[in-house]
């Protein structure tokens, strides 16, 4: 079976520090991997893929295929990064769709 | 709207009672999908369909479980004689295309409770 591994349940790092969410995943053919964010009375909502590439609010992951990682990093946390992050790999159905398998979430909290 | 709508946002149940959850998804969206969050863990999938056809239904957790979404839009979770264990937030998400990267858009889901 996937899964997704995300050993910290709760992170706490001051304004200003770097900051790094750890995911691990089940090694499985070439993975697609995603990382959602839930801010406080908020919905779960998309931070950013790994196929994009991209840096959203700073953040960045990279995937490391010998590692089976795919962290979320960040190099100066801010107040306003205080979340609950989710990791989360999709799997696919041949050509009829997806699904999502998410690991169990890690609560980062940025004291000023 | 502009985004997936569930509701109740929140619901209390007896134990043994039967409690159903609504999903409004983005409209023209193809994919619909449920998971259920328990507390302090990750959504976890439950079903999914692609416009009213119930693709996979492998994460309900028992035949009390039911999911429905005959028209193609809106989608309704069942769950008959609830346990304490269905004590859960649900969550509905939904998809613009059947096979691509397109992410899903989650709603705010409902918090069930079970007494």
């Known amino acids: 079976a996937q899964r997704v591994t995300q050993p910290e349940k709760l992170l706490s790092v001051f304004k200003g520090a770097p900051v790094e969410l750890k995911c691990n995943y089940s090694?499985?053919?070439?993975?697609?991997l995603f990382w959602y964010v839930q801010y406080s009375r908020q919905r779960l909502q998309l931070l950013l893929r790994?196929?994009s590439r991209e840096s959203i609010k700073g953040f960045t992951a990279d995937l490391n295929k010998g590692e089976t990682s795919f962290h979320l990093k960040k190099p100066f946390a801010q107040e306003e990064d205080s979340a609950m992050y989710y990791c989360?790999?999709?799997?696919?159905?041949?050509?009829?769709?997806?699904?999502?398998?998410f690991g169990e979430g890690t609560q980062l909290t940025v004291n000023p | 709207g502009a985004g997936v709508s569930q509701s109740p946002r929140y619901k209390v149940a007896k134990r043994g009672q039967d409690v159903a959850l609504r999903c409004d998804p983005i409209?023209?969206?193809?994919?619909l999908f449920w998971y259920q969050q328990a507390l302090g863990q990750g959504p976890e999938f439950l079903t999914y369909?692609?416009?009213?056809?119930?693709?996979?239904k492998s994460g309900l957790p028992s035949d009390r479980f039911f999911a429905e979404r005959p028209e193609g839009s809106v989608s309704t979770l069942k769950i008959q004689r609830t346990q304490q264990e269905d004590s859960a937030v649900y969550l509905c998400?939904?998809?613009?295309?059947?096979?691509?990267?397109?992410?899903?858009?989650f709603g705010d889901g409902t918090r069930l409770s079970i007494l």
């Open positions: 998400a939904s998809s613009s295309a059947r096979r691509s990267n397109q992410p899903q858009h």
């Open positions: 090694y499985s053919g070439s993975p697609e």
């Open positions: 790994h196929i």
């Open positions: 989360a790999r999709i799997r696919w159905y041949g050509t009829s769709g997806s699904r999502l398998t």
């Open positions: 409209s023209g969206h193809v994919s």
């Open positions: 369909f692609q416009n009213e056809a119930q693709l996979d």
